[in-house]
C-alpha cells in the first residue's frame, strides 16, 4: 500500500516544482543538402542552426538556414536565407525564405511562406516563391517541394532555469 501511495504522490512533487530539471535548449547546428522539384529541379547546399527547447510542456523548435543552389535547366544561381518555426513535438513546421536568383546578367529577388514537416535528419517542404521583378525569358520555381537531409556537425545544451 505505501508504494501505492509513494507513486500516486511523486508526480504531484515532481510537478509542482518551481524550476523543472527538464527544461533546458538543445542547440544543433550543420550543413543540409537538398533537392526541390516544382517547374525545374534545383539542388541545394546549406548551413541550418536549429534551437530546440526540451521540456516537458509547449517544446518549440526555432531554425536558421542559409544556402545556395543551382537550377540547371534555367541556368539559374541562387542563395536563400530563412527561419522556420515548430510549435511542438510532432506540428508542421511554418517558415519563410528570402531568395536571390541570378542567370549573370540580371538578378531578382523573392520571398516565400514555406509549410512543412521534420522528422529526425529529413525535413520536407512545400513553399512558392513570389517574385515582384522576375528576369524576362527566364523559367524557374514558383510552386515547389523541397526535402532537405540536415547533418548535425555539433550539438551543445544550455540551461534555461535561471537559478
Known sequence: MKYVLLFSIFPFIA?????????????????????????????????????????WKKP???????????????????????????????SFTFGAQAAVRSNFDQAMIGLTPTIGYKIWLIHANAGYYLYPNPIPGVITNNLFLQVRLVLTESTKFRNNNNE
Open 15 to 55: 510537478f509542482s516544482q518551481k524550476h523543472s530539471r527538464l527544461d533546458f535548449s538543445k542547440i544543433q547546428n550543420g550543413p543540409y543538402l537538398g533537392l526541390q522539384q516544382g517547374r525545374n529541379v534545383v539542388l541545394e547546399l546549406g548551413f541550418e542552426k536549429r534551437i530546440k527547447d526540451v521540456k
Open 60 to 90: 518549440n523548435t526555432h531554425a536558421f538556414n542559409i544556402g545556395g543552389n543551382y537550377d540547371y535547366r534555367s541556368s539559374v544561381l541562387g542563395a536563400d536565407a530563412g527561419y522556420w518555426f515548430r510549435p511542438g513535438r510532432i
